[in-house]
């Protein structure tokens, strides 16, 4: 909220990009007195949502789904990168986001944005598009984008949504004829001008005059910094992912509830991954 920003004595055009300067302007932008608080992310365990933050975070501060020596390693999160990631999400949605935020799935913390009740909002590209709906939001054309900045290269998360052909498939020709038409620069300049899909995975349908026109060009350059920067195994893709997904929401979820502490809830969420893995 470039407003917000400004009032705080924050130039707009510098935004945070690291957890640390995250939390740093979280901390300035909340003014409870003013019914305004400094960020907003996913808050509710309901679909593993938290999960979601909590990932994007841990990438930054360079958690990934592999060992030192490059293979797959799903039992991380009593090391430090998950351990401060937690930390950090507890501060962000229990000090800086709007009360109740612990509850929040994406449509909640879209809606608290729109309505100009937090200063900055973590989440899936494709959803900034909707802060610019006039008839929903009241930061319409007030709205700074920005992609954040991690450890690594590959830190941010690429959630995407692709098309797969099943091995036993008797029509592969054809199938993979259609994934390329669906993939298409075509299709993807008119899917993301008509609105279905405001987050196209192509450099080159960001670059088009249409869809340039169509969107805010500050939206357009953080989206083309974070695709620069992507990296699409955020999640585990193993048969136990959505498991290790769940055991992840539950502790980050009892950690900013006050359930429990970081340590004891990242260590029995780890146990329960080990044992899934079993």
Do not use: C
């Not at 130039?11 to 302007?25: L, Q, R, V, Y």
Request: zero cysteines; aromatic letters at 8%; hydrophobic letters at 40%.
């Amino acid at each position: 909220n470039k407003q917000m920003f400004e009032d705080a004595g924050w130039e707009p055009a510098s935004p945070p990009h690291t957890m640390a300067e995250i939390i740093a302007a979280a901390k300035k932008l909340t003014k409870p007195d003013k019914d305004q608080s400094g960020f907003v992310a996913r808050g509710t365990r309901e679909g593993n949502e938290n999960s979601f933050s909590w990932l994007m975070m841990w990438f930054l501060n360079g958690g990934r789904w592999i060992d030192s020596s490059g293979q797959a390693k799903y039992d991380v999160l009593t090391e430090p990168a998950a351990i401060k990631t937690t930390e950090q999400y507890n501060e962000l949605m229990t000090k800086y986001a709007p009360a109740g935020a612990t509850n929040y799935g994406y449509v909640e913390a879209q809606t608290a944005m729109q309505q100009g009740k937090a200063a900055m909002w973590l989440d899936a590209a494709q959803l900034g598009a909707s802060l610019e709906d006039a008839s929903a939001s009241t930061i319409a054309g007030n709205v700074g984008y920005a992609a954040p900045t991690g450890v690594g290269n590959d830190y941010i998360v690429g959630a995407v949504w692709g098309f797969s052909m099943v091995t036993d498939t008797k029509a592969s020709a054809e199938a993979w004829k259609l994934i390329q038409f669906l993939t298409s620069k075509k299709v993807a300049i008119g899917q993301a001008v008509s609105g279905a899909n405001s987050s196209p995975a192509r450099t080159d349908a960001l670059a088009d005059e249409a869809v340039k026109a169509k969107y805010n060009p500050e939206y357009l350059a953080a989206l083309a910094d974070a695709m620069s920067h992507a990296n699409p195994n955020y999640s585990p893709v193993i048969p136990q992912g959505t498991e290790i997904r769940a055991a992840i929401s539950t502790a980050v979820s009892k950690v900013i509830s006050g359930q429990s502490d970081v340590a004891t809830a990242m260590k029995e969420a780890n146990e329960q991954i080990q044992n899934l893995l079993k």
